[in-house]
């Protein structure tokens, strides 16, 4: 299931990252004025036709300045470690 406007108890999970699709997609929606992707993927949900790819990793924010310094300083830490990675 895929509904950003009704959630349920069971979702747990929030949508990153790169969305791959192919035109057909796109079908039955205007061509003609913007569309939200998220109306998109929940058509192709409910036909069946969406696939994830869970992450186990954390999902960083960016989209606030505290969000943007906390990224900044995990990445610079990572620079600076023996190899390049911190956990």
Do not use: C, N, T, W
């Not at 747990?12 to 109306?39: K, N, Q, S, T």
């Not at 929940?42 to 999902?59: D, K, N, T, V, Y």
């Amino acid at each position: 299931m895929y509904d950003k406007k009704r959630r349920l108890g069971e979702m747990r999970h929030i949508d990153y990252g790169l969305g791959v699709f192919r035109a057909a997609a796109f079908d039955g929606f205007p061509r003609d004025r913007p569309v939200d992707l998220a109306e998109v993927q929940q058509s192709l949900a409910a036909r069946g036709q969406l696939a994830a790819l869970e992450i186990a990793e954390r999902f960083h924010e960016i989209g606030s300045p505290e969000g943007l310094r906390e990224l900044e300083a995990l990445l610079a830490a990572r620079k600076a470690a023996p190899g390049g990675r911190v956990s």
